[in-house]
């Protein structure tokens, strides 16, 4: 635009632009004038120096803050209490709330006789509630008070400061060994070569994975007969040795708690067994069975180191199709007590820290069994199932034991094992996973609990169990877990497993424990 402009008469070409660029951009520019090419008196307008006319703009700014403080003055309430809310509804306090009328509002109750408060009260203890299982968010309030307090040496020095970011925000390393919801630290392996021409000769269903208890082996039965062992790390899994049952059809197979044996149970009555060290398998006797048409729901006992000097580490049970419930002593193979429910059964766990077995049958009773004595203690009844399909019990840290249900309809229900009798109405229940629970397995910190199902594909969750919530970042709808027929945890807990009916044994790295 400069460029454009004609130079008037009397004025050489850059003298009129310095002065322009003067009145423009507010600095000084000083051009020594040259003589003029034609005797003639031109007078120029006086220009009004930059520095002056900053000075003339600060002032005027100063005088617009004055006026905006002493307005913002005017606006301030009459004494330094806490601020009212900007709305209240008042029908919240005419609002009756029902607290038996949905399970997720039970948790809600200071009494078991309660049933309805208001509104208010309602608002109330779900805001209690959240900061129970959250904690008080106080790094708001810190970050607020450290903005406020260097905002006056801000603007003294002139300098820009950083609020400091909180410690829960940070997206560093957590060296402070807590283990967190909503987000966990998984690292997907290589999976455990079950197949390893699959994509050339295809693979059949994977059904039974576990984890050796004292070392890194791992075991794999398959729909091909097949029983096989591999050598567990994370950076490539080898295969050690492999047996084939023939006209044994395995459905299940597992590691007894000392390490030693591998039990199996198939589509009849048949069990075999096979001798980890030696490698040398076996059947189990059938002396003392009542006629069944099959065996199922293989549960040994928790490892020694677990649970000190109880009996229930020597031992294993397996349903059958009658009723019966038989407990078998590790170290002779013979059942020592056969206990008979009202109706078919359809899973097993032992209690942790007490020699207890617990069991579920196809009437929705949850049976408690002492393993000494082989009496029943109690017989209760879940008042919202709509069919029992696994069971699993763990102690978790800083809390009170826990068995967990799993249901035909997805549901997961959690009840607390604190006093004498079954809780008539689950702590908390989860329903996440949308069809049948056919894998349901804690982990060994108690910290963690898979769920899966292997009627639709994709169907497996990682439960926190601090705060009974779903992990939100994996499974991702990008992982590709097809449908999950079986699932399990190492001993020390750092790696995970699972099963599919491709014949993959998806094995991954949880970051927050030891391999």
């Not at 056969?338 to 579920?360: E, H, I, K, N, Y």
């Not at 594909?457 to 926190?464: F, R, T």
């Amino acid at each position: 635009v400069l460029g454009a402009m004609a130079p008037s008469d009397g004025l050489d070409a850059g003298e009129t632009t310095a002065e322009l660029e003067a009145i423009v951009f507010g600095h000084s520019t000083t051009v020594e004038p040259r003589a003029p090419k034609r005797a003639a008196k031109i007078e120029v307008p006086e220009l009004e120096p930059a520095r002056r006319q900053r000075n003339k703009r600060k002032a005027f700014a100063e005088e617009e803050e004055e006026e905006c403080e002493e307005d913002e003055k005017g606006d301030e309430l009459p004494g330094k209490g806490k601020a009212k809310p900007a709305w209240e509804d008042p029908d919240d306090a005419e609002l009756e709330v029902d607290l038996t009328s949905r399970i997720r509002l039970r948790k809600l109750r200071s009494s078991q006789t309660e049933t309805i408060i208001s509104g208010t009260e309602y608002e109330r203890r779900l805001r209690d509630n959240f900061v129970k299982r959250h904690g008080s968010h106080r790094w708001v309030e810190e970050s607020t008070a450290a903005a406020e307090a260097t905002d006056d040496s801000s603007d003294d020095a002139g300098e820009t400061t950083t609020i400091p970011r909180s410690k829960w925000l940070d997206d560093g390393p957590k060296s402070d060994g807590v283990f967190r919801p909503k987000e966990i630290e998984i690292t997907k392996c290589l999976d455990v070569p079950v197949y390893p021409d699959r994509r050339k000769n295809g693979g059949t269903k994977i059904l039974a994975i576990e984890f050796h208890p004292d070392s890194t082996l791992m075991l794999s039965a398959s729909a091909d007969k097949f029983l096989r062992l591999f050598a567990i790390d994370e950076k490539e899994s080898t295969k050690v040795s492999s047996y084939q049952f023939k006209g044994f059809p395995m459905m299940n197979a597992r590691f007894l708690p000392g390490g030693d044996t591998i039990v199996m149970t198939g589509d009849q009555t048949r069990m075999w067994g096979l001798d980890v060290r030696t490698g040398e398998p076996f059947e189990f006797d059938r002396r003392g069975h009542q006629p069944e048409y099959q065996m199922f729901g293989l549960t040994p006992g928790p490892h020694p180191t677990d649970v000190g000097d109880l009996r229930s580490s020597s031992m294993f049970a397996v349903l059958g199709d009658s009723g019966a419930t038989y407990l078998f002593d590790a170290a002779t193979r013979l059942p020592t007590r056969v206990m008979r429910m009202s109706m078919p059964g359809t899973a097993a766990a032992f209690s942790p820290g007490r020699d207890v077995l617990w069991t579920a049958d196809e009437g929705n009773h949850v049976y408690e069994w002492d393993l000494r004595s082989g009496r029943c203690i109690q017989r209760a009844t879940h008042p919202w199932a709509t069919g029992i399909s696994q069971l699993a019990a763990h102690s978790r840290p800083s809390a009170q034991p826990i068995l967990a249900t799993g249901l035909q309809s997805g549901n997961v229900d959690f009840f607390e094992l604190s006093g004498s009798k079954l809780p008539k109405e689950p702590a908390h229940t989860l329903d996440n996973l949308t069809t049948r629970v056919t894998s349901l397995k804690f982990h060994n910190s108690g910290e963690v609990l898979a769920a899966a199902s292997v009627n639709k594909k994709g169907q497996l969750k990682l439960v926190h169990t601090g705060t009974m919530t779903v992990f939100q970042n994996w499974p991702a709808r990008t992982t590709a877990l097809n449908r999950v027929t079986t699932l399990d945890f190492s001993r020390k807990g750092g790696y995970f497993a699972a099963g599919n009916d491709k014949g993959r044994v998806l094995l991954y790295r949880l970051n927050h424990f030891e391999a």
